[in-house]
């Protein structure tokens, strides 16, 4: 981010912009914030998408290990909103849009809604 600092000089209003102000890195989102989607959402954002992405991909994209995205799609797996269909030596996974989201808030609510809004 670029900080934009202003001085008179003789008279005459001057303006700066400076990367390397203190304040500059500040205002930066940080890296290692909270975020409103979790790693779940976004592996579920990036199959529907992709649905025959390997694991490998699925991580870069996501920004976690394979190790993180394996356990990941077992989790959505094993809690039905994913089925993995094996073709050939790949995977292809197949997303079910009809169930709800986990929290009790949302629960009414399809994650196809949430899907759709980035598809």
Known sequence: MLISTHR??????ESTDRSDHPLAASREPAATGW???????HVLI????HPE??????AVAVGITERSTQAIL????SDGY??????????RYQLHPDRG???PQESTQPIGALLRIFS
């Open 35 to 41: 975020r409103f989607l979790t790693n779940h959402g």
């Open 46 to 49: 990036f199959l529907s998408r």
């Open 8 to 13: 008179i000089v003789g008279g005459h209003m």
């Open 53 to 58: 992405a390997r694991i490998r991909d699925i």
């Open 74 to 77: 077992a989790e959505l797996e």
């Open 101 to 103: 989201f986990r929290h």
């Open 82 to 91: 994913v089925t993995k269909i094996k073709v050939g030596r790949r995977n």
